[in-house]
């Protein structure tokens, strides 16, 4: 389903993509027509304005902070983690070169007068009383009762790292999650470690397969043996991952690296090594994904492959911009760079120094 922008509590009626697929045009095409884009073709512009009339469709008009509020929503799973705070800190900085103001909420984490999705849909129908012109969600994911309010509502959003790929139409931003893997592994090969081993995050989830399957791809490029019980999963959780740690060192011939897919979970690895009296890195070098704060304030300073929160969540305020002017963009999935931070917690395997 494609969201387009449209006044906040408007009557329902036929969206771009019905215009567009009426027309026989691609959303995008619909979307310029409907903004009185140039770049149309004559036949086009017709074709599209005849169903636009036909189906009595409603044009948004454009954006404008002399006529709608001049602010946009985001709405966090937590405003504790630094997760959150980095999201927080590029949509600000966007928002304040846009002349926008954010206003903040956190999603909520337990049933609550109702139950969940009932507390969920209300926190939407905020955004319609006060004129929301739109949204930015560093969720997970959405569910469906709420991707159809947007739906209704007219409110244009995107999606930040969203765990669980979206509907077709819905635009997200994220990061190069499977170059990162091969990032990460990729160092650890140039160290001299064969014994690698991963702890990955949830399997259902874009990010962690995605890492995954550039861990496996750079073994592979490099001639090392996949060993399955080198792999294992942990959410994102710190005391999960420090059990997992745990598996991996009880094994006849334990890893001698580990890429660890979320700065989080590292420090539960540490916690297992430290537990065993091994020492990172003379004993277990260890990578970590994110770049979060809590990377150089460990002892040592964690290696990581660096996502670029900040910069993913300004990309995504200014897509939304994009969608409240009635601008969809052309692809729906937008992937921002990963790179490797090198820091402490990597050395050549023991015994080769």
């Known amino acids: 389903m494609v969201r387009t922008a449209g006044r906040a509590g408007a009557a329902t009626g036929p969206t771009l993509a019905v215009v567009a697929r009426e027309a026989g045009v691609s959303v995008p095409t619909a979307s310029k027509v409907v903004n009185g884009r140039e770049d149309v073709a004559p036949e086009t512009r017709r074709r599209v304005t005849e169903v636009l009339d036909r189906l009595g469709y409603v044009r948004r008009p454009r954006f ?52 969940p999705e009932r507390d969920r849909l209300g926190r939407l129908d905020r955004f319609a009383e006060r004129g929301s012109p739109g949204a930015l969600f560093a969720l997970a994911e959405l569910s469906a009762s709420q991707y159809a309010w947007l739906e209704q509502h007219r409110i244009p959003f995107v999606m930040i790292d969203p765990a669980v790929e979206p509907p077709p139409g819905v635009v997200s931003v994220g990061a190069a999650n499977w170059q990162g893997g091969v990032t990460a592994t990729e160092h650890l090969l140039s160290l001299g470690h064969e014994r690698i081993a991963v702890i990955a995050g949830h399997r259902s989830t874009l990010s962690g397969s995605a ?38 060192l009880d094994l006849p011939v334990p890893p001698t690296a580990v890429f660890v897919c979320a700065d989080a979970m590292a420090l539960g690895v540490y916690e297992a090594a430290a537990e ?69 917690s990597t050395a050549p395997p023991p015994g080769t120094g």
């Open 64 to 115: 404008d902070t002399a006529r709608v509020p001049r602010l946009v929503d985001l709405v966090v799973h937590s405003l504790e983690s630094s997760w959150s705070g980095a999201v927080l800190h590029g949509v600000e900085a966007a928002a304040y070169d846009a002349g926008l103001e954010v206003v903040v909420s956190a999603a909520p984490d337990r049933a609550r007068d109702g139950g």
């Open 211 to 248: 890492r995954l399957a550039g861990y496996r791809s750079a073994l592979a490029a490099a001639g090392v043996a996949h060993r399955p019980e080198y792999v294992r999963h942990a959410g994102s959780d710190r005391t999960t991952a420090r059990h997992r740690m745990r598996e991996l």
């Open 276 to 344: 065993r009296g091994l020492r990172v890195p003379a004993d277990l070098s260890v990578v970590g994904f994110d770049d979060l704060p809590e990377a150089r304030w460990t002892t040592p300073a964690l290696t990581t492959v660096r996502r670029p929160l900040a910069e993913m969540a300004a990309t995504a305020l200014r897509l939304l911009l994009r969608l409240m002017e009635g601008d969809h963009p052309e692809s729906t999935r937008t992937e921002l760079s990963t790179r490797l931070v090198e820091r402490a």
